[in-house]
């Protein structure tokens, strides 16, 4: 049986979506994606998102949905009046994980972030995040290039820094009008060509 997968920028109503799908993040998820010991999404956390704008905040959000429940998201962060970088982050349901849902979700995310004009920003996860560094990998390969993204790994300290800059080329301007659609094969993902874009979003397939 197959699952459509709907991928598209954050909206308001996308927090209690969140919030319902907090058991679909394992313990060994959460503690990854907010590097403390944790099975539940942290009350600061959730609080700032009611208003992830707010209080000088830069925020964009993309997330993944799978019959109507999120499934997956990421997220990016930065104040326009700091010379820090933006920050990225990514949570993924345990049960889509190793699926694409993440490479997704981040290119979506680098697509309204590019058209902002961003041009540097880091990520940190715990060192033993093997898809951490497959997902860094995999934007590498994709959007790296001129006007694209190179993209830098180190560990240490028992954690796994990325840094991603944006290359030399056009920046700003409208979204692309096409997306990488993904569909499930025998040896589980592989690139089946582009999809229209539209105001909504896009669509891949899952198993």
């Not at 907090?22 to 998820?29: D, K, V």
């Not at 715990?126 to 290039?145: F, K, P, Q, V």
């Not at 790994?153 to 659609?181: K, N």
Request: with cysteine; net charge positive; aromatic share 6%.
């Amino acid at each position: 049986m197959e699952t459509e997968v709907y991928t598209r920028p954050w909206a308001p109503g996308d927090l209690p979506r969140l919030q319902k799908a907090e058991p679909s993040f394992s313990a060994r998820s959460m503690t990854s994606r907010f590097l403390t010991g944790t099975s539940r999404l942290p009350l600061p956390y959730v609080a700032a998102l009611r208003r992830p704008q707010s209080r000088g905040r830069a925020w964009f959000g993309q997330v993944a949905l799978a019959g109507g429940e999120l499934v997956g998201m990421a997220e990016c962060a930065w104040r326009p009046d700091s010379p820090r970088p933006a920050e990225l982050a990514v949570l993924v349901a345990d049960r889509w994980q190793r699926r694409g849902v993440g490479r997704l979700v981040v290119s979506g995310l680098l697509d309204e972030i590019e058209a902002v004009g961003m041009t540097h920003i880091e990520a940190v996860a715990d060192a033993t995040n093997a898809g951490c560094h497959a997902l860094a990998r995999a934007i590498d390969r994709e959007r790296s290039g001129a006007g694209g993204w190179s993209i830098r790994s180190w560990v240490t300290g028992g954690h796994r820094y990325l840094e991603l800059t944006r290359q030399a080329g056009q920046t700003g301007g409208p979204l692309p009008t096409s997306r990488r659609r993904l569909e499930a094969s025998p040896g589980g993902w592989v690139r089946a060509g582009d999809v229209a874009a539209t105001p909504a979003g896009l669509h891949i397939r899952a198993a």
